[in-house]
């Protein structure tokens, strides 16, 4: 007889390729019984059981969750953890012993508000850069804040604004006419009835994730995403239009900055302030000359980095899960592999704009040289159908990024749905 392996029954929640990834690693999983996605997508289906429940649904959540004796929820998204999904499973006598991979909402608000982490930076010593937040009720100084930088200037809406909510602008007028229409006209509605105003900071942009079980971290490897729409990065911003994993230009001694200037004071003031942490900490960074400056913190896994973080990880990411949820993540090792993995986006014609739904997608089949994540894509009659702005990730492998990015392009000519568009320039910059 074997050792006996204790199963489990996991619930993703989240419909993007985030969350299909996840499920595609839970899925190779010796450990995992029974997976469920919430609401989920054409590629989790084929893969687990999608529940039709929208993630902010707690009640509905709560239900499925006793009726599937679910062991471990994974939060995807940001809103349920904004919301505070971790603190009501802890509330509700029949739900506290399910592990819930997502920090509780005090400690959320490290996204939920631009504000209180760049107060969190502060406190904690950990390098970002210059700012102060304004309201509508002090507006005037913020005209005077903006006169005492160098342009460009950055306007940050300090809540969820869907990743809309930034704005870099080189005109101090017309950035003087933008924080009144944020903070006075509500350009981003509730978003920004507070606006944060910083010093721009010129680098090259990295991401780096941490697990952390609210004791113990692990360093997860990096990535680098491309948020524009057009190549060359112009255009306007979207939720990311491919990544590579590991960065280049990321040396050992570089990731060694990060670990003692950023990932360690952040895992320490979580503690000290105490906010209680189970989950991914997703740390934006730039690198200014040799140094890390942070310039956000997202407190769950990137998209589309997740679709290179996690393939190269060869640890069962169940156990880690488990791990995770009885803070023993000290004694799990987490085992890389060393390929490169990078991802391309195809997004819908129009998107981040207005864009149809429903065109059908055709050739996944014929893929066998990279993975394929589905994002905005649904079931349909049989057929694999889009269903929102970013459709699809293609994952590949390669000895180096270059390897990898040639291997996800010639995937993606056999590949097709009306008006789809994708970046031709992924990782050239490098």
């Known amino acids: 007889m074997g050792k006996q392996i204790l199963t489990m029954n996991i619930l993703v929640l989240g419909s993007g390729g985030r969350e299909h990834t996840f499920a595609w690693k839970i899925a190779q999983s010796d450990r995992c019984e029974a997976l469920y996605v919430a609401p989920g997508n054409s590629g989790t289906e084929a893969i687990a059981t999608n529940l039709n429940i929208a993630v902010t649904d707690f009640d509905a959540i709560k239900s499925a969750v006793l009726a599937h004796n679910i062991d471990i929820v994974v939060v995807g998204p940001e809103d349920p953890l904004v919301q505070g999904i971790h603190d009501f499973f802890l509330q509700d006598d029949a739900l506290k012993n399910v592990s819930v991979i997502g920090p509780q909402k005090a400690a959320a608000e490290l996204e939920g508000s631009k504000e209180f982490a760049k107060e969190f930076m502060m406190r904690h010593h950990i390098p970002t850069a210059a700012y102060e937040s304004f309201t509508k009720d002090n507006v005037e100084d913020g005209y005077k804040f903006l006169e005492s930088l160098n342009p460009p200037y950055v306007l940050k809406a300090d809540g969820l604004a869907a990743g809309k909510g930034v704005l870099i602008l080189n005109d101090l007028q017309e950035a003087k006419t933008e924080l009144k229409s944020m903070l006075v006209d509500a350009k981003f509605g509730e978003a920004s009835t507070k606006v944060v105003i910083e010093e721009f900071l010129d680098g090259i942009e990295l991401s780096c994730f941490v697990l952390t079980d609210g004791k113990n971290y692990k360093v997860l490897p990096t990535a680098k995403d491309y948020k524009r729409i057009g190549e060359g990065d112009t255009g306007l911003n979207t939720g990311g239009m491919g990544a590579v994993s590991p960065v280049p230009f990321a040396t050992k001694e570089f990731l060694e900055k990060i670990e003692n200037r950023v990932v360690k004071p952040t895992v320490e003031g979580l503690k000290k302030d105490n906010l209680p942490y189970v989950g991914f900490i997703f740390i ?147």
């Open 284 to 430: 934006g960074l730039i690198k200014v000359g040799d140094d890390p400056k942070v310039i956000e913190y997202n407190v769950r896994m990137g998209d589309p980095e997740t679709e290179v973080v996690l393939p190269r990880l060869k640890t069962d990411l169940v156990s880690i899960f488990e791990a995770m949820g009885n803070q023993t993540l000290n004694e799990i090792s987490i085992e890389i592999d060393e390929r490169a993995a990078t991802t391309v986006m195809l997004v819908s014609g129009g998107y981040p704009e207005a864009y149809e739904k429903g065109k059908e997608i055709t050739g996944i089949e014929k893929i066998s040289d990279s993975i394929v994540f589905h994002a905005g894509a649904k079931l349909q009659d049989g057929k694999v159908v889009t269903s929102g702005g970013r459709v699809m990730a293609i994952t590949s492998y390669g000895n180096t990024y270059n390897e990898a990015i040639k291997k996800s392009y010639q995937s993606i000519e056999k590949l097709n749905f009306d008006k789809m568009y994708y970046r031709k320039d992924i990782g050239f910059d490098l």
